[in-house]
């Protein structure tokens, strides 16, 4: 005999003779896979339903592991219960280092640039030259080249995802049981793999349960939905054709490049997927885009042969770079000069410049090396380049000559004169930028905080492929992963916290 309980989102079924609580449906979520072995589940679970947890009493050893979501008492004893709330959690959510949608409109998007206020805690620290370490770890995703997302997905509290966009592998962190769980298709579902340009995944900003974000895949443009109580993942297509680079948003139009058949073409809608227009590209390649980035109404596609830009409602425009430059996308990103206008570092065979982007008839400023950076977050070798973006680099410690700094990850604050954020110093490298990229083992690289001071967080002792190292902030902390540690590093954050 089972008695079955209603509850405004849910359906529960309980057992007459081990009293225990068993869920058969819940809105938004599709199938429940209800796992007896899954019982170490339950206390994640619960949090994600908003449902009861055992609380004071000793009926809990041989009783329900778990309760219907508004159960205040222990039906056995009526000692009352861990009650669990079930409101949407308001955090803001982390999307990857280029997917902050609450930057201002005068900042790049689309570029490593968050807008959380990481400084403030971060600065806290001792100030280099004392060297810090990691304060907290978490195992990596089994899968471990990913793209990560920390969001609520409509549930009550935030979660992890870790998206292995090479393999197709969607992980989910259950941060109660501490590991990591490889989710199932549902059947049906599309493969999540996307490997013919640089990911990135549009965020839905006002979730339904279980909504994640519209992916780009070899099939199209899928909406993902998860279901973390079966562990089970579905897709629902937008739109049917190969995606040939990463989907963007401008303002209140969404867009991606497509190639149904014989050329690529760019599809754009309004966000609620409205007025779908499509727009011929001849002659652009069919793989290899960077993400896109938006800036100044309009949308940027940048690629090793030229760049795409397109502003809704217009045709998009193919500019290939000027003969004999190739673009250096490795370096970070474009960065902004004082009047506002979008520049790119690259190399015309005799040295490097900067090109503005956007132009039919772009400028070049000539520099005299190197300058990794975005977002005018740029560094030559160890020195910060402040101002414009070919100014002199600004020199306070001539020791720094012999490193060279990548920047991974801009915080923008708007009372701070000089840009703030998280980057990788390679020490004892004086070869060329490429080099140190691409090619060889860094002996010795620290991880700092510049800032209003300037904090050592970490030291990593032969790193190779820095390109690969992921900043994400989820659980009141700052984290850096790549894909060949075993942990990921982090770093408290008190004011998110
Ligand atoms: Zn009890």
Not at 174 to 201: K, R
Not at 349 to 378: C, H, K, T, V
Request: proline letters at 10%; a negative charge.
């Amino acid at each position: 005999m089972a008695y079955r309980w209603e509850t405004p989102a849910s359906v529960w079924q309980e057992d007459e003779r081990s009293r225990q609580f068993e869920l058969l449906a819940t809105e938004g979520l599709g199938r429940i896979d209800w796992q007896a072995q899954a019982h170490g589940r339950l206390p994640d679970v619960a949090r994600l339903l908003g449902a009861s947890l055992p609380g004071a009493c000793a009926c809990g050893a041989d009783g329900a592991p778990i309760y219907p979501e508004g159960f205040a008492f222990c039906p056995n004893c009526g000692r009352p219960l861990q009650r669990l709330p079930g409101t949407p959690s308001r955090l803001p959510g982390w999307w990857g280092p280029g997917q902050d949608a609450m930057l201002p409109r005068h900042v790049p998007h689309g570029l490593p640039v968050t807008s959380l206020p990481l400084g403030d805690s971060l600065e806290e620290r001792p100030a280099a030259p004392h060297v810090g370490r990691a304060e907290v770890s978490m195992p990596a995703p089994p899968n471990s080249t990913c793209v990560f997302a920390a969001s609520h997905y409509g549930f009550p509290e935030q979660r992890l995802l870790a998206l292995a966009h090479t393999r197709g592998v969607l992980q989910y962190w259950d941060p109660i049981a501490q590991l990591w769980h490889v989710m199932t298709p549902d059947e049906g579902a599309a493969s999540l793999a996307f490997t013919a340009s640089a990911y990135a995944w549009l965020p839905v900003l006002e979730p339904r349960r279980g909504e994640v974000a519209l992916v780009p895949t070899a099939d199209g443009l899928m909406r993902l939905w998860i279901n973390p109580v079966s562990e089970t993942y579905r897709t629902e297509p937008v739109l049917a054709a190969p995606l040939v680079a990463a989907p963007g948003a401008m303002r209140r139009h969404i867009a991606c490049l497509i190639k149904p058949e014989g050329t690529v073409r760019l599809w754009s809608a309004r966000a609620d997927l409205g007025e779908v227009e499509e727009y011929a590209c001849p002659d652009v390649p069919a793989s290899g885009w960077s993400r896109p980035i938006g800036y100044d109404g309009r949308l940027f596609w940048l690629h090793e042969a030229g760049q795409l830009a397109w502003r809704p409602g217009e045709a998009p425009q193919f500019t290939p770079w000027p003969m004999g430059w190739q673009p250096r996308l490795e370096f970070g990103g474009p960065t902004q000069s004082r009047d506002g206008r979008l520049w790119h570092i690259g190399h015309d065979g005799q040295g490097y410049s900067l090109l503005e982007l956007g132009s039919d008839r772009p400028q070049q400023a000539p520099i005299d090396g190197a300058r990794l950076g975005f977002a005018n977050f740029l560094f030559r070798r160890g020195h910060p380049v402040v101002d414009e973006p070919w100014s002199g680099e600004h020199i306070e410690d001539l020791g720094q000559d012999e490193t060279l700094v990548l920047p991974l990850l801009r915080a923008f604050n708007n009372n701070r004169s000089q840009p703030s954020g998280l980057v990788l110093r390679f020490h004892k490298v004086t070869g060329r930028a490429e080099e140190a990229l691409h090619e060889r083992v860094i002996p010795r690289t620290t991880v700092e905080w510049i800032g209003r001071r300037n904090v050592i967080l970490d030291e990593i002792v032969r790193l190779s492929r820095p390109l690969e190292c992921l900043p994400l902030v989820y659980a009141g902390c700052l984290w850096l992963h790549h894909p060949d540690w075993n942990v990921l590093r982090g770093w408290r954050l008190e004011e998110l916290a």
